[in-house]
């Protein structure tokens, strides 16, 4: 993701309800405010599955926090059909490949295939 555009949507969305980090932090079984402050600074990473925990807390959608409201309908759904079909990981695959101009793109898929081809990484 972008300068993580996730947490800026937290604490965008914690400020329009006027939530404090605390109060936050304590509606999703943080014990410090600043577990909240470091999450909307992009300090610490947070998982997808935190991700909808953030959504119901702050009363917003997952697609809210994630950027992805410019996506249309059609889009959100063919992202909830791939993350049902092959999990949440290849959801976070192709929302960063949609984050990539052209040339970021074709990188992408060159390295994508070295590691498919590799005995390591590809599954057996």
Do not use: C
């Amino acid at each position: 993701m972008e300068i993580d555009i996730v947490y800026h949507n937290i604490k965008k969305r914690r400020e329009e309800l006027k939530i404090s980090q605390r109060a936050l932090a304590s509606k999703l079984g943080y014990k410090h405010s600043s577990s909240i402050n470091k999450i909307e600074l992009g300090i610490n990473d947070i998982p997808m599955r935190k991700v909808e925990e953030f959504a119901v807390a702050l009363h917003t959608t997952i697609e809210a926090l994630m950027g992805w409201e410019e996506f249309n309908e059609r889009q959100v759904s063919l992202f909830n059909q791939i993350k049902s079909e092959y999990g949440k990981n290849a959801v976070k695959l192709l929302e960063d490949f949609t984050r990539l101009n052209e040339a970021g793109q074709n990188m992408a898929i060159e390295q994508m295939s070295v590691l498919t081809e590799s005995q390591r990484y590809a599954k057996r």
